[in-house]
């Protein structure tokens, strides 16, 4: 009875989201490394974003196969990041985990916030579950929230692309003699990067981010593999589906 409810609810919804003037107000491509995740689209009546816009619809294309369980854990990284906590949140994120599906490449993933519910929309077919005016403003701040670089871009409609920062590690540089005072040369030889020490400091950074992962590949594959490659699913150790934070001060970029 439940479902069938539910069912004829969002057959409604459904129908209004796609009867509703949607305007798209920009999109912009989200590339970590040398992969295209996905492209992610913001979409208002009014063509037009403030943070108390509503409805809104933010619709994500894959470029990358995703199951629905990361999707789910990483959505909780994220609100942990932007320090959100749901209540009841660990029901809400298993809950996520079994309702969601698994995201192939070229699928679209919406979620649309009214003004007092949300839900996602697979491919024109509404998931079967209603989240509330918590959740709604939750899932919104994890692409619009002022301290993600990727929705200032969206909303201010910047460059069309965001490239997650990927950290590098810097030369050594050769060693210097140098000569002093009593005429005595000594070797001035700079800190030697340990690159396994910082591979493995890399990796930690990366765990304890919200920043996507993905593994080194050699750069002497062909381009079949590459291509090969490409269509594999990114496991969660891997990638987290959702942006990285950029370190802004406290209090600025709050009026978008």
């Known amino acids: 009875m439940y479902r069938l409810t539910f069912f004829l609810i969002s057959t409604l919804l459904f ?23 996905y492209n992610i689209s913001l979409f208002s009546e009014t063509g037009s974003y403030t943070n108390s816009t509503r409805p809104l619809m933010l619709t994500l294309k894959y470029q990358k196969p995703v199951e629905g369980r990361d999707f789910a854990i ?7 990041n932007l320090g959100i906590t749901l209540q009841n949140q660990d ?10 599906p698994n995201i192939k490449k070229d699928d679209s993933l919406s979620y649309i916030a009214l003004e007092d519910k949300g839900y996602f929309i697979l491919n024109n077919i509404v998931i079967p579950e209603e989240f509330n005016k918590e959740f709604n403003d939750a899932v919104v701040a994890v692409w619009l929230d002022p301290r993600v670089e990727i929705g200032r871009k969206l909303v201010n409609k910047e460059e069309k692309t965001f490239i997650a920062n990927i950290p ?15 005429g005595v040369h000594e070797e001035s030889i700079d800190p030697v990067v340990d690159s396994s020490k910082v591979s493995n400091d890399i990796k930690q950074n990366l765990d304890s981010s919200i920043m996507p992962r993905v593994q080194d590949k050699p750069l002497t594959q062909s381009n079949e593999e590459n291509m090969k490659e490409a269509e594999k699913p990114l496991e969660d150790s891997e990638i987290d589906i959702s942006p990285p934070l950029d370190p802004i001060p406290e209090g600025k970029y709050l009026n978008i």
Do not use: M
């Not at 590098?168 to 009593?182: A, D, F, H, S, W």
């Open 74 to 80: 990483s959505l909780a990284r994220s609100w942990s």
């Open 15 to 37: 129908n209004s989201s796609l009867s509703a003037k949607w305007l798209k107000i920009n999109d912009v491509n989200y590339i970590w490394g040398p992969f295209k995740i």
């Open 168 to 182: 590098r590690v810097l030369e050594t540089q050769k060693p210097q003699n140098i000569e002093n005072n009593i």
């Open 91 to 100: 029901n809400v994120v298993d809950r996520l985990r079994k309702i969601l």
